[in-house]
């Protein structure tokens, strides 16, 4: 056979149709939807984060003693909280006056967190650790039990929105919505609603007021469910 007669020619144009339509079959009409849910609760753990330092002329082993002695006292002011220490450092703290450097003593800090299950004593446990002495808080964190649980509704709060989205969606164009063909859940925020954070960037004590600070924590969950289109 002659590979450019019109009868090839014609066989291979109805057998590219035929490959066309089957592609075409094969894909079912569908319609993608993106939702959102969002639910509000109020934090019911905190954590402060904060540190104490001492500074002492003699040598840094007493001013690690000095500052251990800030931090053993901290204890006393919010019994029923863990206070866990985080972090340590020590180092010659110097100031440049008139081109020359001068010694101020060796400074020691302890870097710690107080945490507590009741968000009750928290403005308690808060105004305790502002009035120490040698004490710097650098931020706060709030946190909800029931997180686990909170997220899993709010992820069927976003597909219930998904669901009906499309549903109106497909209604105004005379076309209803079959069966779901893919859903996904966009897991770059998964975790980033777990924790509620005030920084305090700095600030000084008499600077933060503890009435202010909120413990409203935001879950939220995005999903993307693609459905047939009858």
């Not at 009409?29 to 849910?37: E, H, L, P, T």
């Not at 597909?159 to 779901?180: P, S, T």
Request: glycine share 6%.
């Amino acid at each position: 056979l002659n590979p450019g007669s019109p009868v090839n020619k014609l066989s291979v144009i109805s057998l590219l149709m035929v490959l066309t339509s089957l592609v075409c079959a094969a894909e079912p009409r569908k319609i993608d939807i993106s939702a959102k849910a969002t639910i509000k609760v109020m934090a019911d753990i905190f954590s402060i984060y904060g540190s104490v330092a001492s500074l002492n002329k003699e040598s840094i082993a007493s001013a690690d003693g000095e500052a251990q002695v800030i931090f053993d006292g901290l204890g006393k002011h919010i019994e029923g909280s863990s206070l866990v220490i985080s972090g340590r450092s020590a180092s010659k703290k110097t100031i440049q006056r008139s081109g020359t450097s001068e010694f101020l003593g060796y400074e020691s800090s302890i870097l710690f967190f107080v945490k507590n299950d009741q968000i009750i004593k928290y403005r308690d446990v808060f105004k305790k650790l502002l009035s120490s002495n040698n004490v710097e808080i650098s931020r706060v964190d709030y946190q909800y039990s029931k997180q686990i649980e909170t997220r899993a509704k709010a992820r069927e709060m976003a597909l219930l929105a998904a669901k009906e989205k499309a549903v109106k969606m497909a209604a105004v164009l005379g076309v209803k919505i079959g069966n779901v063909l893919a859903i996904s859940e966009e897991t770059s925020n998964a975790y980033s609603n777990r924790f509620a954070q005030n920084n305090f960037n700095g600030a000084a004590n008499e600077e933060i007021n503890p009435e202010s600070i909120e413990g409203e924590i935001e879950i939220s969950v995005s999903v993307n469910v693609s459905f047939e289109l009858q």
